[in-house]
């Protein structure tokens, strides 16, 4: 089946095909590009799968095995390509294989005027489109340097009780702030569905502006969706928050496995300091969570629940996700009339787990000055954290509670005889 939609956004024509098909393969592409001398295997192996999928718009690349009448010569995706950026567009490609293909074009409308933010990044101006901005949050150093925190190697700032992934600006265009004060700005934009903060040096003014193609090598960057002259006669590229999005945060989660891959190795040398994510589970208890065990944060609507014999489940990212409410496994019993649910998502090899507390806290160094084995079901034992005691959840166990065969894919392994099985050593040491 082939689906086609089209929206205005940010001052753009987005036009998308998709379809249920077979999907592209990014290993098949990777090799045949390797076959023909495209790449090399050792610059294949630094390429994303969406970085590999772009190169199916190489003039004489193809993955067919023959040449027909129809197929083969690798002239038709980069025809497509070639007269989308003539007239200042560009076109990328989603691909699940077993589940389908989406090719986005966007197209920028001609002479458009849209209402825009203009904020300044190494003293050079960039343009935001309003309609992808939220809200704007300013920090003085003393408050930045408490409230931005990092998870998983990557920055965060906690907004009204969410947690925001920040991207610097800076980093992203491979730049110098020139701001050394610790002031921090952050514009939050929302693009396709998610939330992120867009940390840029200062903020010049809101105003709308009229929108020009920009040359093929500023489109072949990937981040700007077009130009503009500024009242004063400066030109401002414009941001294209939805590829920089994409780009920020894929880039994000990149680093978040390398930090993981490399604490991991570290573990085994030297004991690290434990960061936990801090929960309320009701009737005044908290408990602590390593954080190394947290993938996702998340927000479920408890009308979304359903039910499966008697577990409790719920459908997340194309996936049934069991549920396991902390309230009830530890026998706290919170409020139970919640619209919303406040979810912490833990994946492993495939599966993942939905752990339902009443309350995200805060996320604290886990070395405690006072620790105890006192502990009961569910529990590991319990410690001084923030001034008050924290009991430290038997992860294990909960998720277990759950999903029972969770861990049947870690049977192979070989635990440490110390180390109650699938829990790692560090979750006892705090």
């Known amino acids: 089946m082939l689906t086609l939609r089209a929206r205005h956004e940010s001052g753009q024509v987005v036009v998308e095909v998709a379809d249920d098909g077979a999907g592209i393969d990014p290993q098949k592409v990777?090799?045949?590009?390797?076959?023909?001398?495209v790449v090399t295997p050792e610059a294949l192996a630094r390429m994303s799968p969406q970085d590999i999928l772009q190169m199916i718009f190489l003039p004489g690349f193809s993955t067919a095995a023959a040449v027909t009448n129809v197929s083969g010569r690798g002239v038709g995706m980069d025809v497509v390509k070639t007269n989308i950026e003539s007239i200042g567009g560009t076109i990328e490609v989603e691909s699940d294989p077993g589940i389908g293909t989406v090719c986005?074009?966007?197209?920028p409308l001609t002479l458009a005027i849209v209402p825009a933010l203009t904020v300044e990044c190494a003293s050079d101006r960039y343009a935001i489109p309003q309609i992808s901005l939220q809200e704007l949050v300013s920090l003085d150093a003393e408050k930045a340097a408490n409230a931005v925190e990092e998870v998983g190697g990557a920055q965060v700032y906690r907004l009204r009780g969410e947690l925001l992934p920040l991207v610097?600006?800076?980093?992203?265009?491979?730049?110098?702030?020139?701001?050394?004060?610790?002031?921090?700005?952050?514009?939050?934009?929302?693009?396709?569905?998610?939330?992120?903060g867009l940390v840029v040096d200062r903020v010049i003014n809101t105003e709308e502006i009229v929108v020009k193609a920009v040359g093929g090598q500023l489109k072949q960057i990937g981040l700007y969706s077009g130009a503009t002259v500024l009242g004063d006669g400066t030109v401002a590229l414009i941001l294209d928050v939805q590829a920089l999005a994409r780009r920020a945060l894929r880039t994000e989660t990149a680093e978040r496995q390398e930090s993981r891959a490399s604490v991991s190795s570290a573990a085994a040398a030297e004991t690290e300091r434990q960061r936990m994510l801090l929960a309320s589970i009701g009737g005044g208890r908290r408990v602590a969570i390593p954080l190394d065990t947290v993938t996702r944060l998340e927000q479920v609507r408890a009308d979304a629940v359903e039910k499966v014999g008697n577990r409790e489940v719920v459908q997340y990212r194309g996936a049934i996700l069991p549920i396991v409410r902390l309230d009830r496994h530890l026998g706290a019993y919170g409020e139970s009339d919640r619209e919303v649910l406040e979810v912490i998502v833990y994946?492993?090899?495939?599966?993942s787990v939905a752990i339902v507390v009443e309350e995200i806290l805060d996320i604290v160094d886990g070395e405690a000055a006072v620790r105890s084995d006192i502990d009961d079901l569910g529990l590991l034992g319990s410690a001084v954290l923030g001034d008050r005691v924290t009991e430290l959840l038997d992860v294990r166990a909960a998720i277990l509670a759950a999903d029972p065969a969770f861990y049947a894919g870690h049977a192979a392994s070989s635990p440490d005889p110390a180390?109650?099985?699938?829990v790692p050593g560090s979750y006892l040491e705090v």
């Open 104 to 107: 986005r074009l966007r197209i």
């Open 419 to 422: 180390t109650p099985a699938g």
């Open 347 to 351: 994946a492993d090899s495939g599966r």
């Open 168 to 196: 610097r600006l800076t980093d992203v265009l491979g730049l110098t702030s020139e701001r050394h004060d610790g002031h921090v700005v952050i514009a939050v934009l929302r693009s396709e569905g998610r939330r992120f």
């Open 30 to 37: 990777g090799a045949k590009a390797v076959e023909r001398g």
